[in-house]
Nanobody, 125 residues
């Protein structure tokens, strides 16, 4: 059974940085896709970033490209989301997810099989 545990959320001011972590256990391969999604109050869950093939392939949502970086520690099977220049509109619960399909459409939440419990990120103006 795959288990994902997120950490690193918190309350910060606009312009600050945060690093989220997602420790995975039980995955059959570190090459499989992992992604970050977020959900703000009264909004649908949206794609943030994804990584697969031990970091060779990464993808970002338009609104975070250039500010957020996704990377992995393949030894620990942990995926990170470094978030810089945070904005109030980045406020949301952030979830990490893992897919069993190496060819998953990583921007699509339904292509993921396992989810973490979420971690709150709040950015004040």
């Amino acid at each position: 059974q795959v288990r994902l545990v997120e950490s690193g959320g918190g309350l910060v001011q606009a312009g600050d940085s945060l690093r989220l972590s997602c420790a995975a256990s039980g995955r059959t391969s570190v090459d499989l896709p992992m992604g970050w999604f977020r959900q703000a109050p009264e909004k649908e869950r949206e794609f943030v970033a994804a990584i697969r093939n031990t970091g060779i392939n990464v993808l970002y949502a338009d609104g975070v490209r250039g500010r957020f970086t996704i990377f992995t520690d393949n030894v620990e099977d942990t995926v990170y989301l470094q978030m810089n220049s945070l904005r109030p509109e980045d406020t949301a619960v952030y979830f990490c997810a893992s897919s069993r399909n190496p060819f998953a459409a990583v921007e699509t939440s339904t292509d993921y099989d396992y989810w973490g419990q979420g971690t709150q990120v709040t950015v004040s103006s």
